[in-house]
């Protein structure tokens, strides 16, 4: 289709489909640290579907509130414990990290993909007290900005928690996977495609930052750039970093993206 090598990443990274296997194992060593010393709290219902599933990392002390990190691969692909360790630097803050999975197409449209964050984003709110932050890599940066569109229904209280936004690599425009192979899969059509787009909702009442790798796909710095422009929102290109490595400043505590974050 049209535009399936332009959003081919694995194939123009070097190594690229050696990560998702050292995410995980990176994700396990640290989720069974946390776990031993009880700053883990794993396999959290919020909802009945069986991957409506959350994993809560803590900080040493009181969280200062909590950061929800929601996953990518295209809403075809991957899990939550693929990720644990991504709540790394956040939680050396003083913050929760809250990881959800998601029902996957196609056993899920997008539209029901963004209704079960929304759940998610409140059972991490009621588990956590404080302030509310949000952040995703790829499709996860998609469903980071949907929240905060009006549209999406949010407990009134969980709503007025959050503060921030900061998409990593999203996908703010869906309209080009209409012309993807994997929309066989994903089942798009027109009329889905601009209501579950960013790009196609008024800017948010919370400041957002847009985050993106200088060395991706053009294509992601393309869809980085609309959803900084429809929104008014800062765009951070991050230099040297591709689409696979952009999350890796989420280990630091001291990283550019971590104080995105949490400023």
């Not at 409506?52 to 990518?72: A, C, N, R, T």
């Not at 209704?115 to 890599?137: P, S």
């Not at 027109?190 to 847009?210: F, I, L, R």
């Not at 951070?236 to 999350?247: K, L, M, Q, S, T």
């Amino acid at each position: 289709m049209k535009n399936d090598i332009a959003y081919q990443n694995a194939d123009f990274i070097p190594g690229g489909a050696s990560y998702p296997d050292r995410w995980e194992d990176d994700a396990r060593v640290f989720r069974e640290r946390e776990a031993a010393v009880g700053r883990a709290r794993l396999n959290h219902a919020y909802g009945q579907g069986a991957r409506h599933k959350l994993d809560v990392f803590h900080p040493s002390g009181k969280p200062e509130g909590v950061v929800v990190f929601i996953h990518g691969g295209y809403w075809l692909r991957f899990d939550r414990q693929i990720w644990s360790h991504f709540a790394e630097g956040l939680t050396a803050r003083g913050w929760a990290v809250a990881m959800p999975s998601y029902t996957l197409a196609p056993e899920a449209r997008i539209r029901d993909m963004t209704r079960e964050i929304a759940r998610a984003v409140e059972a991490a709110a009621n588990l956590i007290a404080g302030r509310v932050r949000l952040t995703g890599h790829s499709a996860g940066g998609h469903l980071a900005a949907r929240l905060l569109c009006r549209d999406v229904v949010l407990a009134p209280e969980v709503r007025g928690r959050i503060e921030k936004s900061v998409p990593i690599s999203p996908l703010s425009d869906l309209r080009p996977f209409l012309e993807t192979s994997m929309n066989a899969t994903l089942g798009l059509d027109e009329d889905e495609a601009v209501a579950e787009s960013p790009v196609h909702h008024p800017a948010p009442q919370v400041p957002v930052t847009v985050w993106v790798g200088a060395e991706e796909r053009p294509v992601f710095l393309d869809q980085a750039r609309w959803l900084a422009e429809a929104w008014e929102a800062e765009l951070r290109i991050a230099p040297g970093r591709h689409h696979f490595d952009v999350i890796d400043e989420l280990r630091d505590a001291d990283s550019p993206l971590v104080n995105a974050l949490l400023s």
